[in-house]
């Protein structure tokens, strides 16, 4: 009411003064104050009361109406108070003073800035005596109860009904005569009617208020329903306490909607726990059974599982499905008809066929009619509805990035209440994502077979045979999310029967990590090739590393190429061995006599930092010494420090074993959970050693009259070693090599004939000027002598060394 509806205006009350409002607003005294106490609004009920016009009245302080002024506390306690009601002294237009009982509410209203409200004055209201009812309160009293929406009976001391309104009828299913002089556990034939007894006698004990929720299974009631209680005392005048009212909400929408939420939050944290499709799909039956189902199952099309993207449109009839998981609330599942993991055919009437084909999910009531045609076109499982009662079927299609994977089935039959319309969206919900988490662990799948095939086409299946060093290895790809990795391992032979040992890891997981890693080894086998020394071989790869990472940031490839890798090169002859790592774990060596250490091998940069010098390590190991590489996972894991590690390494490794073989697989046994988190590659190399009986050496004069000589000496020690057959070629090769590093190279000059499966012919010089083959033309008198060489030997080259260069060539002891 504002002061322009009522300033100056003493119209009597009716339909056209606003002011005055309507007959029964006369009943009430209402007065409307600004915030300086100022009379704004002067209804026809405070006319009636105190006398006054509102022309007498609205625009003058209200401090004129009171018959004795407020004291000073009373006053401060208003300008803090929302509210206040008491009674006062007021002045009649005719001089009576009148105690009147006001309710003051103090009226705010929004502030300048819109951003908070200010004091709006007051709002006084007092109600006008009126004739006294001709109705008994006690009969209204019973009236509201009876007809109260909320849902109430009266119990007396002794827990027996005395009263129950109709609500409370309704929901029992029983007139209040039949229900009266019984107790909660004989109304209600429920274990929760024991509980509720319990909360009432604690009541009638306490006097306290006591609230509960109870779960009954009523009849007439389609499914289980939700009541919350409040069990109140009831006192007499005296406050003796004389029953307890029962007043009850019904909550089952509200707690099947919490049941719901958390039915779809413990899907979202379950399902796809894993990139294993078959896991995720039993994920999603454990997850439905059984607050959505009695029995559960997932079938998929069988494309899914090779990783293939189905063909578009809808499955062609009959839809044939592979089942992948099935869960149920009876033991075993007795209600499959499809074993786990065959392939069945739906006919066309089925809701799994029906679902695909609509690409809806759908709810079907088993019915007689329906059990009929199924026994016509699918026995088996109608015998199956038939024996364990399944009523209502929920059906609901998997689909994920526009393709079809499968159907989910949900089945009810220990629920009596059948599928309903939030149980398909509820159901939707929850098959929706386990068909993301499906679709992404076959897309996974088929990636890591990828990943996997090419490289297993890059490894080397079987180390080739040396006469260096006997080696066994393994290689197990990572089981986890991450994919497979880029670890790898290589065995190269180098010439004068050496080995070269090599172990890398590439930094990331999948197809990209496998497709860098090959194109690392085979930059390692060509640097191999060339015979440079482990610490430039690793200069080399870190300038190749830091140019893929250069074309992979050019193709907005995902991330930076990086690697670790472990170089060694292995003389037999003099059993000394080179070794340098960048950024690898550091190696292990293991003696004859069983003991084990890590070698100290300075460590590196990571390949792909540049910039960055890598140091090689040269010892001298005795003969059956075995080495040990190994990638970062064989030793790096969550559940274990890495000095744990390397020490169960050692300990494993000092163990006796009666393979090589052997101790690589009890160093995986040790070392390796089930499901490794990363790659592992593992190379074990025990050294062999060319001892002076498969080695002869020569110095020969940088003077062309000792070729002949040389060549006398090489055939005399062919025919020591029963290799008679081999003369021709080994002298016109001897020949050959030993005249151009007489004609062409530097003191000193050594020929060395190393005996191994084949036969290596090596001339070393001073001079780091490196031979190569050229075409002679008709006239010339040489430049024929590497050509024949080459046509003559397994293969030749030549490589530098710290005082020179060494020319070898290899020539088959094998008869052609």
């Known amino acids: 009411m504002t002061r322009s509806e009522t300033a100056g205006d003493d119209r009597t009350p009716g339909p056209g003064n606003p002011a005055a409002g309507s007959a029964g607003d006369s009943a009430t005294a209402r007065v409307t104050l600004d915030p300086y106490g100022i009379v704004t609004g002067w209804s026809e009920g405070a006319r009636r009361l105190l006398g006054y016009r509102p022309s007498e009245v609205v625009g003058r302080s209200a401090a004129v109406l009171l018959a004795m002024a407020p004291g000073a506390g009373a006053v401060r306690a208003l300008k803090t108070l929302p509210r206040w009601n008491g009674t006062v002294r007021l002045r009649h237009r005719d001089g009576r003073t009148l105690p009147v009982r006001l309710l003051a509410h103090r009226r705010t209203r929004p502030g300048d800035d819109g951003a908070g409200s200010r004091a709006g004055g007051w709002l006084l209201v007092s109600a006008l005596p009126r004739p006294p009812s001709p109705l008994p309160a006690e009969a209204l009293v019973m009236w509201a109860f009876t007809q109260s929406p909320a849902t109430m009976a009266f119990y007396d001391t002794d827990l027996r009904l005395r009263l129950a309104n109709k609500d409370m009828e309704r929901v029992i299913g029983l007139p209040e005569e039949a229900m009266r002089g019984l107790r909660v556990s004989e109304i209600v034939a429920d274990p929760q009617g024991e509980r509720t007894e319990q909360l009432m006698r604690r009541v009638l004990a306490t006097g306290a208020r006591q609230q ?60 796809g726990s894993t990139l294993d499709l078959a896991r995720t799909a039993q994920e999603l039956a454990d997850v439905a059974v059984p607050h959505l189902a009695d029995f559960v199952t997932v079938d998929l099309l069988p494309s899914i599982e090779g990783g293939e993207d189905p063909r578009a449109g809808v499955p062609s009839s009959p839809v044939k499905l592979r089942r992948v998981a099935a869960r149920s609330v009876l033991e075993g599942c007795p209600e499959a008809v499809v074993p786990h993991g065959a392939v069945a055919a739906y006919p066309d009437a089925s809701p799994a066929a029906e679902c695909l084909a609509t690409g809806r999910p759908l709810i079907r009531e088993v019915t007689s009619l329906g059990l009929t045609v199924w026994e016509r076109e699918a026995p088996e499982r109608a015998e199956r509805v038939r024996r ?36 398909l969206l509820l159901g939707e919900e929850i098959t929706a994502r386990a068909a993301v988490c499906i679709d992404n662990a076959r897309r996974y799948g088929r990636e890591r077979r990828t990943s996997l095939t090419l490289q297993s086409s890059l490894l080397p299946e079987r180390p080739p045979r040396q006469a260096a060093v006997e080696v066994a290895s393994r290689y197990l790809p990572a089981s986890t999310q991450a994919g497979v990795g880029g670890d790898w391992f290589d065995v190269i032979p180098l010439s004068g029967a050496r080995v070269a040992l090599v172990v890398g890891d590439v930094v990331g997981h999948g197809i990209q990590a496998s497709a860098a890693m090959g194109r690392l080894r085979t930059a390692v086998r060509t640097l191999a090739d060339v015979d440079l020394p482990p610490d430039e071989l690793l200069t080399h790869l870190d300038d190749l590393v830091i140019h893929l990472s250069a074309e992979s940031d050019g193709a907005d490839s995902a991330g930076d190429t990086g690697a670790t890798c472990l170089y060694a090169v292995y003389d037999p002859v003099s059993r000394r061995c080179s070794v340098a790592r960048a950024g690898h774990p550091e190696p292990a060596l293991m003696t004859a006599d069983g003991a084990v250490e890590f070698l100290d091998v300075p460590a590196g940069p990571p390949l792909g930092l540049g910039g960055l010098p890598f140091e090689a390590t040269e010892l001298e190991l005795p003969e059956g010494s075995v080495l040990v590489l190994y990638t970062d996972g064989l030793v790096e894991s969550r559940e274990r420090d890495i000095d744990e590690s390397l020490d169960t390494l050692r300990e494993v490794l000092a163990r006796p074993a009666p393979s090589l073989d052997a101790t690589c697989d009890a160093v995986l046994h040790a070392l390796l959970p089930d499901r490794p988190e990363d790659d592992v590659a593992l190379l074990m190399a025990r050294t062999r050693a060319l001892d002076a009986a498969h080695v002869a050496t020569w110095d020969v004069p940088c003077d062309a009259a000792a070729v002949a000589e040389t060549r006398r000496n090489a055939c005399r020690q062919l025919t020591a070693w029963g290799l008679d057959d081999a003369a021709f070629v080994t002298e016109l090769v001897v020949s050959e090599l030993v005249t151009n590093a007489i004609r062409y190279g530097n003191a000193p000059v050594r020929l060395r004939l190393i005996r191994d499966s084949d036969l290596v012919i090596e001339v070393s010089d001073g001079s780091s000027t490196s031979p190569h083959l050229r075409r002679a033309r008709t006239s010339d008198e040489g430049g024929r002598g590497l050509l024949l060489v080459a046509q003559l030997t397994q293969g030749w080259g030549t490589r530098q060394t710290y005082t020179g260069k060494t020319i070898w060539a290899e020539q088959s002891l094998t008869a052609p």
């Open 212 to 271: 509960g929720q109870v779960a009954l299974r009523l009849p007439g009631h389609e499914r289980e329903s939700v009541w919350a209680l409040s069990l109140v005392p009831v006192r007499d005048t005296g406050g003796t306490v004389r029953g307890v009212l029962l007043s009850a909400r019904d909550m089952t929408e509200e707690h099947l909607a919490r049941e719901r939420l958390v039915l779809v939050n413990d899907a979202s944290v379950r399902i």
């Open 388 to 423: 364990y009662g399944i009523h209502s079927v929920l059906a609901v299609p998997m689909r994920a990035r526009g393709i079809t994977l499968g159907v989910a089935i949900f089945a009810r039959h220990r629920r009596p209440e059948s599928f309903a319309q939030d149980d």
